[in-house]
């Protein structure tokens, strides 16, 4: 009985999560793009957290790298 009370508890904390970063997102696209980097850097940060233990090493570097990647094109142009 305790995963039948504990599953729709996690679902309303998860949803008000993704309610909470949706409208940060939009709060800032509202401010321009300079103030939207933080906001989506913080929302992949969360999205790695919630994954299973064993990913988000992987996710993280996978992430890390692609920022890189971004920063070295953009260091570029």
């Known amino acids: 009985m305790a995963t039948r009370t504990r599953r ?3 679902a309303e ?3 008000r999560s993704a309610q909470h ?3 940060r997102r939009r709060a800032a696209e509202a401010q321009g793009p300079l103030t939207v980097l ?3 850097v913080d929302q992949l940060r969360a999205t790695i957290a919630r994954l299973p233990e064993a990913d988000r ?3 993280a570097a996978q992430a890390t790298q692609l920022l890189d990647q971004l920063r070295q094109s953009i260091a570029q142009h």
Do not use: T
């Open 8 to 10: 729709p508890r996690q």
């Open 21 to 23: 970063l949706g409208d």
């Open 57 to 59: 090493a992987q996710a």
């Open 13 to 15: 904390r998860q949803a």
């Open 38 to 40: 933080p906001v989506a």
